[in-house]
């Protein structure tokens, strides 16, 4: 179960989580343009960074900044546990009314926080999508693979997933609970939180270059990624499997029909060729669907055994407070 914390202190009406790993050439563009921002958004804040396992100097540099900037908030995690467990980690620790998440990137702009919190305020609404109105700095692989995974998900699965918004978000309170009360396991938040189905609007901004350092959501992650939401979100994988078997085995009469002709008409020379290709085919569909399956049974396993997605190390709030009573 997804673990909560009473925090030390009166709660905040904005909490900004940030995943970090490995981001110590950008976080001081972070904080030279979101410090600023957040001081001029008119709330009490806090800024909460969880610190993803992470190799390089970014523990060091968020222990400085928490020093330097009294609303940062540092959650650090034992081992690397992922973009989106690193994600659920901020959300069951932060103490907002509004929960706001950004990466450390500065791809998604910091300033459309302070609109997005207007538009949750103006119109009632408990989500605020940040939709990728321009993704030119993007390359044109990530631009059509990720249109092809936002529509692919709308069309499989019964999740209305606004195309070309990732995790920037802005959350109420009770969103956040109902997201830390979920027990799942490979969490993809970015489809979890459509699912739910609470009041959203959306606030369109233009997709920026990587500041500053490398990108941590490589290919394979990609892949994992989109694995996970397919399997999460959907159970037309194990339809197209059953249709497989289905379409093989009308293969596989209309063969053994072939094959009756073909011996009455007295035409019955063995064909090595068309042997090979009809076993390897069919083998091909009884793996694809062994591998389907197995991706839903592995879910399952993970589910049964009930182990957290991530381990905290050391919540700063937690552990000042502590060092207060004493």
Known sequence: MPETVEGARSPVELSVVIPVYNEEAVLPLLVDRLRPL????????????????????????????????????VVRLRANA????????????????????????????????????????????????????????????????????????????????????????????????AVNALPEHHRVLRLVVPALGFPSASVSYTRAARAAGESKYPLGKMIRLSVDSLTGFSIAPL???????????????????????????????????????????????????????????GRMYAMLQGRPSYYVAHDSLVDSSARARH
């Open 38 to 73: 957040a001081d001029s958004w008119g709330v009490s804040y806090e800024v909460l960074c969880v610190d993803d396992g992470s190799s390089d100097a970014t523990p060091v540099l968020l222990q400085r900044l928490r020093r330097e900037w009294p609303q940062v908030r």
């Open 239 to 297: 339809r197209f499997a059953t249709w497989l078997g289905l379409l093989g085995g009308v293969a596989a009469l209309g063969v053994l029909v072939y094959a009756v002709i073909a011996m009455l008409l007295g035409n019955t020379l063995p064909g090595w060729t068309s042997t090979v290709v009809i076993v390897a085919a069919v083998g091909a569909v009884q793996l694809l669907a062994l591998g389907i399956l197995g991706e839903y049974v």
């Open 82 to 177: 992922g973009h989106q467990a690193a994600i659920s980690a901020g959300l069951a620790r932060a103490r907002g009314d509004w929960v706001a998440t950004i990466d450390a990137d500065l791809q998604d702009p910091p300033e459309a926080i302070g609109e997005m919190l207007a538009v949750a305020r103006a119109e009632g609404v408990d989500v605020v999508y940040g939709v990728r109105g321009d993704r030119a700095s993007d390359t044109a692989f990530k631009r059509l693979s990720a249109r092809a995974f936002y529509r692919s998900i709308r069309a499989l699965s019964a999740v209305d997933a606004p195309v070309d918004a990732g995790d920037f978000r802005l959350m109420s309170r009770a969103t956040v609970d």
